[in-house]
């Protein structure tokens, strides 16, 4: 019998209740990512209820993801679903809204996955970037919109078109990244920081 995978109960959780969570593709483009990337630590904006965090930090046991949630419910939810699986020590979970949070001044990651709130998406980038290694990778889901009927955009959705197009530009025309938008999922962003690849700390922090 094949064994049940340690996201899968955040996973269900999640799809019962109607919670956006990543998509299976998206997640398993990600996967790939850090298995050719040599990924180990992932900084997560928008936890939800964990499924993604657990999923990533279960690529390999060198992972290690440190994840953002400001809703306490989720939180409450991803702490259980943390905790119970088996990679739940790699994993930790931080309490905040990410625009009113940093990592330790000299703390770099490999990857960065952004999550959250699809107005806020430049200022996760500007505000954590500086925080990813040169070579490291940056993720942002959700960025295309796909299924969406233009036409019939109602008054909330429009000018957050507007404002994921304007993202859009400034990820792909970013002359520090070599950027990149994969029609897979809901639109998935993929950058890699340019610069040396040894990983060393870069001037640019703080
Ligand atoms: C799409 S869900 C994340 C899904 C999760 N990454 C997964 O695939 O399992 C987005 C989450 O981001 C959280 N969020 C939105 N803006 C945030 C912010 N500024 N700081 C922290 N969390 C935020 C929301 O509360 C929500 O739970």
Redesign the pocket.
């Known amino acids: 019998m094949k064994e049940r995978a340690p996201w899968a109960d ?2 269900v959780y ?1 799809e019962e209740r109607g ?4 998509a299976d593709e998206s ?1 398993r483009c990600i996967e790939g990512l850090i298995r050719e990337h040599g990924i180990r630590r992932i900084l ?10 657990i ?1 990533l930090a279960s690529v390999s046991a060198k992972m290690r993801v440190v ?5 306490a419910k ?1 939180i409450e939810k991803a702490r259980d679903f943390i905790r119970s699986s088996p990679c739940g020590d790699r994993v930790t979970l931080i309490e ?6 940093l990592p330790a001044q000299r703390e770099t990651f490999d990857m960065l ?1 952004i ?3 699809k107005s ?1 998406y430049k200022a ?1 980038f500007d505000r954590f970037t500086p925080h990813l290694r040169a070579g490291g990778v940056v993720v942002v ?2 960025v295309l919109f796909r299924g969406l009927d233009e036409t019939a955009l109602n008054r909330r959705q429009k000018p957050l078109v507007k404002k994921i197009e304007r993202f859009n530009r400034y990820f792909l025309d970013h002359e520090g990244f070599d950027a990149e938008i994969l029609e897979i999922g809901d639109g998935l962003g993929i950058a890699v920081k340019k610069g040396d690849k040894d990983g060393t700390f870069r001037e640019n922090i703080g």
């Open positions: 955040a996973r999640a919670i956006p969570i990543i997640a997560e904006i928008g936890t939800a209820v964990g499924y993604s965090a999923r994840t953002l949630e400001r809703n989720m905040a809204d990410a625009l009113c949070w996955f999550d959250a709130a806020r996760f889901d959700n």
